[in-house]
């Protein structure tokens, strides 16, 4: 009988013995449950599955070379199930790559795709060849192939952050554009190591979480083209190669055989300076497109498990990209449950952004379900346990789940009804008091505490999708003709407002009106309840010139200006303190221990503090958060004004505490001193000038405390 290694248990340092030889390579059967390529001692572990496929092949090439120097049929015996392992003994890591090839039947109608002349990458591949230098074409016409790699990194005594999901502030960034331009001043522009260079920044500004943009492998000149002689590749990278493949032309020097790094250093690095590391993850299609498209991974293993397909072969497009995941298989389910557990174990990520995330609970007939499988794997996953899940609750195919996504109380949300509310309520949109409330007081209506817990909410005016702050208010309409669609590209309803003049301007009003819009949207966002993010360079009025789809502008469209943080300093400032000051409150981030006062935790009000009641005034929202702070022994009381009308209004105060007086936080309606930190003590029940299109933001403070004021 014989022995396969299945059978085995692998001794750290134990060799096992070849059993045969293929191709002069010396091999056995190997380890059918470690998918992907595998270092063991004395050679590798290549391990795939296919349900349709009759016979498959190891290809081994050279480095860089076109054709395999060697083909290893998979004997019979080394096939257990659907499942293909064999260890290549002798197999130089350093010097070789791989890929397979698959053959099978050929029925579209069927979905069937199995052609024994595509070379095939492995769905589990840890590196990706030929994609290490940005913006030149590889070879993906010939298939692309695979390196193994070392997994050999010293983390240390490095480990999670952990930090609560309410007390998180994220901050959306682009790893090429953030310091690509030569304005940033960094020695590795446009990588890993340049994002690693800016860490001194990020902690300045205040934030504690980093959504870094995919990062996953994606080959960004696929659909390049020339358009004005500007050349358009796929800059953002939400077209996915490899799921567990780091993209290698972020790396600032190559990376052979131990693709990750540089990453991997970035990451420990960001976890010794508290931020968290988000990842903006694409499970819901690939890069092989649809029918059209090129064969190059999953078509070719097993086409019709994949990807959802219509009765007849085609291929359903509910991501808008030309296919679908078929993220509720079995199969598929757990190719992403492994691969989240590689990003989390190996790479030690501290959360998922899911793009498009309803396509996750679609059935394998696009149907949404109830219950999906998938997201419900996901909440529960003891891997998974402490890492934010965050889902962008829609897709491409008409399915808006924001408020209703399943979530077992495991996952949060992107709040597309905040952007969209607030948006319209600081621009000045009529009747919208009541559903102003409600989004600064962390969308109740949309997520119900019982059910969704108090950290469903992620609160955002802006991210990579859309204008930039500084754009939706010095634009009234996109302006995207450099993306060679005629502008018929990206969203329509922007709810910007461009305070008087389209686009870029010496007008002192018109720039003094759009900083305070641009304050007033950090202070409603860093007061709200729930977990607020923003776009990088919001913080200093970066501007992509009015295009709100820059998806493949690789230019100074998308990357951004850093000249403009000196230029824009007071904004900066602004929001370094409004961030500061959320930290500092921790009743606007969540419930602590009752109030002294008869304040309930939160509480929406207009122009008077008497209970809630339909506002006289719909342009005008009032929030209260109350509680004791058992951190500090006393009352954290803070009271919010807004007014998004063009005419001042009288605001009175609510009552405190003996011994309590208000300080104005935040007046951006003070043009003359911007006193975001002035020291001015007007007392409860006093009449204050909330000014026209302005924020004030008041907090309750011992009067002892008030002296050294």
Request: glycine letters at 8%; hydrophobic letters at 35%.
């Amino acid at each position: 009988m014989s022995l396969h290694t299945s059978d085995l248990v692998l001794v750290p340092g134990q060799q096992l013995p070849p059993l045969e030889t293929i191709s002069g390579f010396q091999v056995r059967p190997g380890f059918f449950r470690f998918f992907g390529a595998t270092v063991i001692p004395g050679g590798v572990n290549f391990t795939i599955q296919s349900h349709g496929a009759t016979s498959c092949e190891l290809l081994l090439f050279h480095k860089g070379e076109e054709e395999p120097f060697a083909v290893l049929p998979f004997p019979e015996h080394y096939k257990i199930g659907f499942v293909y392992s064999m260890i290549v003994f002798g197999f130089d890591i350093e010097e070789y790559e791989y890929a397979y090839r698959l053959d099978g039947p050929y029925d579209e109608k069927q979905g069937l795709r199995f052609d024994p002349a595509k070379i095939l990458l492995d769905p589990y591949a840890r590196s990706v060849t030929g994609q290490s230098h940005w913006g030149c074409v590889n070879h993906a016409s010939h298939g692309y192939r695979a390196r193994v790699t070392h997994n050999n990194f010293d983390w240390g005594d490095s480990r999670h952050a952990q930090i609560p999901m309410e007390d998180l502030i994220i901050y959306e960034l682009h790893v090429r554009g953030f310091t690509q331009d030569s304005s940033s001043g960094v020695k590795c522009p446009g990588t890993f190591r340049g994002l690693e260079e800016k860490i001194p920044y990020l902690k300045e500004l205040g934030i504690n979480a980093v959504e870094l943009m995919p990062i996953f492998e994606f080959d960004e000149m696929r659909n390049a083209r020339l358009i004005d002689e500007n050349q358009l590749i796929d800059y953002w990278g939400y077209n996915p190669v490899s799921f567990f493949s780091p993209n290698s032309s972020y790396a600032s020097k190559k990376e052979e055989n131990n693709e990750g790094t540089e990453l991997k250093h970035l990451i420990r690095t960001l976890h010794a300076n508290g931020i968290d590391v988000i990842l903006d993850v694409v499970f819901n299609h690939t890069a092989e497109g649809n029918e059209l498209g090129p064969c190059f991974s999953f078509k070719g293993f097993d086409n019709n498990i994949y990807y959802m397909l219509t009765p007849d072969g085609y291929y359903y497009n509910f991501s808008g990209c030309g296919n679908t995941l078929n993220c509720n298989h079995p199969v598929v389910r757990e190719l992403i449950l492994d691969c989240l557990r590689y990003w989390v174990t190996d790479y030690r990520v501290d959360g998922f952004r899911f793009d498009l995330a309803s396509i996750l609970g679609r059935n394998e007939d696009g149907s949404p379900m109830s219950q999906p499988p998938l997201l419900q794997s996901l909440a529960f996953d003891p891997i998974l346990g402490n890492v934010k899940l965050i889902a962008e609750a829609w897709d491409a195919g008409g399915l808006y789940q924001v408020g209703s996504f399943p979530s077992w109380r495991r996952w949060a949300e992107w709040n597309g009804r905040y952007r969209d509310d607030m948006r319209r309520f600081l621009k000045g949109d009529d009747g919208l008091h009541e559903t102003a409330l409600k989004r600064i007081l962390g969308s109740p209506d949309l997520y119900n505490p019982q059910y969704r817990g108090g950290n469903a909410s992620v609160n955002f005016l802006t991210c990579h999708d859309g204008f930039t702050l500084c754009d939706l208010y010095s634009y009234n309409q996109k302006h995207n003709e450099a993306n060679g669609w005629n502008n018929t590209d990206g969203c329509d309803d922007n709810h910007s407002w461009n305070c008087g003049e389209e686009g870029e301007t010496s007008n002192p009003e018109t720039l003094r009106l759009r900083l305070k819009m641009m304050q007033n949207a950090c202070a409603l966002l860093m007061c709200s309840r729930g977990t607020p993010m923003f776009l990088s360079g919001d913080e200093f009025a970066d501007t992509r010139f009015g295009n709100n789809n820059p998806y493949c502008q690789d230019n100074e469209i998308s990357w951004l200006d850093w000249s403009l943080l000196s230029k824009n300093q007071a904004l900066f400032a602004f929001f370094q303190y409004m961030i500061a000051f959320r930290k500092q409150h921790p009743a606007i981030r969540r419930n602590l221990e009752p109030s002294y006062t008869s304040y309930p935790s939160m509480s929406g009000h207009g122009l008077t503090p008497e209970p809630p009641v339909p506002s006289s005034d719909s342009h005008t929202a009032c929030v209260m958060f109350a509680g004791f702070d058992e951190k500090t022994g006393q009352e954290d009381l803070v009271f919010l004004a807004v007014n998004a009308h063009w005419i001042a209004k009288q605001l009175v105060l609510p009552s405190l505490p003996n011994g309590y007086v208000w300080k104005i936080a935040v007046n951006t309606g003070d043009l003359l001193h911007q006193t975001f930190s002035g020291n001015d003590m007007p007392t409860a029940g006093q009449t204050v000038l909330l000014g026209e299109r302005s924020v004030i933001v008041f907090a309750g403070m011992k009067q002892a405390e008030t002296a050294s004021l």
